[in-house]
């Protein structure tokens, strides 16, 4: 990409979106293009038509998506595979008809078999049973993977997709009803200390096990891979495998072992009360990096780090 490359960010506002935003904004990129949900509805077909014919972009990050924790997930199974298919199929498709040069989509790590071996390898994808708690939400990751890759097998595109392990950091979901874990326990340790309760409860056992990268160096990792020339990814580009990329750190504790950290991180001096007649979840969730290392990435921020400068954000320190 060049700097003055016209780049549209899908999703913006939103965790993964506004970190992208902020390392193509540090890197020196100018030309960005955003659009708020008021003013551009990415599930509908006709008007992603019309944005992509006018705006004629290079490049684009698709980081739009419905997403929530174990809650909703439950609560609106309709919502997450109806939202998520729609935006994806427009925005890859669109992409497509207005010779986009190169499109890096956004998935999950859910889109795993829920009894994975351990570190997950991309290869491991298909290849078992899906986590029942977020099984809509997974399979509309897993066809727009594949939508990326029949794109290119069939077109020629060079479309990338990502699979994130757990994120966190500035502009995340507070909303106990809808966040994920991380920020659900960091906003309990806030209100717990600030009205001096006894004891915070937290869902499921804290046995399964989890790992957490910092929503900045999920970005950083995008915006390599959309620097790199395409001979350095030339694996990614085959007919014989998905272009699918895992971004994590490689590193993973147990919710357990997450709740005391962030109760440090805050300064909360009350006990922790595991309620073990909420979901666990998947036991475990560790994604292999091997891939993108080799490609010459690996994350920066430490977590207790990114646990503190998320804390910051929610206080309005940063």
């Known amino acids: 990409m060049d700097f003055d490359s016209k780049i549209y960010v899908a999703g913006h506002r939103g965790l993964v979106g506004s970190a992208l935003m902020r390392q193509l904004q540090q890197r020196g990129y100018k030309n960005l293009i955003t659009r708020t949900h008021a003013e551009l509805d990415l599930t509908d077909q006709r008007a992603v038509q019309v944005f992509f014919a006018e705006e004629k972009l290079e490049y684009v990050l698709l980081a739009a998506a419905k997403v929530g ?9 309709a919502e997450f595979i109806h939202q998520n298919l729609a935006i994806q199929t427009n925005v890859i498709h669109e992409s497509w008809r207005n010779n986009v040069k190169r499109l890096l989509f956004l998935g999950s790590s859910c889109i795993y078999p829920k009894d994975s071996p351990q570190p997950i390898k991309e ?13 809509p939400y997974a399979l509309a990751k897993i066809a727009g993977l594949e939508m990326c890759w029949s794109y290119n097998r069939q077109y020629g595109s060079r479309y990338i997709t990502v699979m994130p392990t757990n994120l966190y950091g500035p502009n995340d979901n507070y909303d106990l009803n809808t966040s994920h874990v991380l920020p659900a326990l960091i906003r309990k340790m806030h209100e717990a200390k600030l009205n001096n309760l006894s004891e915070v409860v937290v869902w499921g056992t804290g046995a ?7 929503s900045d160096d999920m970005a950083d990792a995008c915006i390599y891979l ?40 805050i300064g909360f001096s009350g006990e922790l009360v595991f309620d073990n007649t909420k979901p666990d979840g998947t036991m475990r969730k560790l994604l292999d990096v091997s891939r993108i290392n080799a490609l010459g990435w690996s994350r920066k921020t430490l977590l ?15």
């Open 226 to 265: 959309l620097e790199q020339p395409e001979g350095k990814l030339q694996s990614l580009f085959c007919d014989t495998k998905p272009p699918l990329v895992n971004v994590g750190c490689g590193k993973d504790i147990t919710v357990r072992e997450l709740a005391e950290m962030v109760k440090n991180i």
């Open 69 to 77: 924790g174990i809650y909703a997930n439950n609560a609106c199974p």
């Open 208 to 214: 399964p096990k989890r790992e957490f990268l910092y």
């Open 123 to 135: 290869e491991y994808l298909l290849t078992g049973e899906l986590e029942p708690t977020n099984r």
């Open 304 to 318: 207790t780090e990114g646990i503190l400068l998320s804390y910051r954000d929610m206080l309005g320190e940063t």
